[in-house]
């Protein structure tokens, strides 16, 4: 069984950052790809970024050249680095992994949540 924690959540002002962190554990069998979605009230879930497992990149445009994803050497713990935060980030944020034979796994969530 595969579990990913997130923690790194929390409450900023607009401008400022945070740090996520997710944790993958448990039988996984080879990593395709990890990445990070967020949900807002109201709205559907959507994609923030992803890292593939050869360390290429994605961000949707939202986040681009604010966002970073990366990962340890061990490429079991994915963070994601946020910086110039806006309230239009408020959200749920979701940690994924994909594993090499296509099995999809989610984390519990962490609330972020922009404002002054």
């Known amino acids: 069984q595969v579990q990913l924690v997130e923690s790194g959540g929390g409450l900023v002002q607009p401008g400022g950052s945070l740090r996520l962190s997710c944790v993958a554990s448990g039988s996984i069998g080879g990593i395709a790809l990890m990445g990070w979605y967020r949900q807002a009230p109201g709205k559907q879930r959507e994609l923030v970024g992803i890292i593939l497992s050869g360390g290429f990149t994605k961000y949707a445009d939202s986040v681009k050249g604010r966002f970073t994803i990366f990962r340890d050497n061990a490429e079991t713990t994915m963070y994601l680095q946020m910086n110039s935060l806006e309230s239009e980030d408020t959200a749920v944020y979701y940690c994924?992994?994909?594993?090499?034979?296509?099995?999809?796994?989610w984390g519990q969530g962490t609330q972020v949540t922009v404002s002054s």
């Open positions: 994924n992994l994909v594993s090499k034979v296509s099995q999809s796994y």
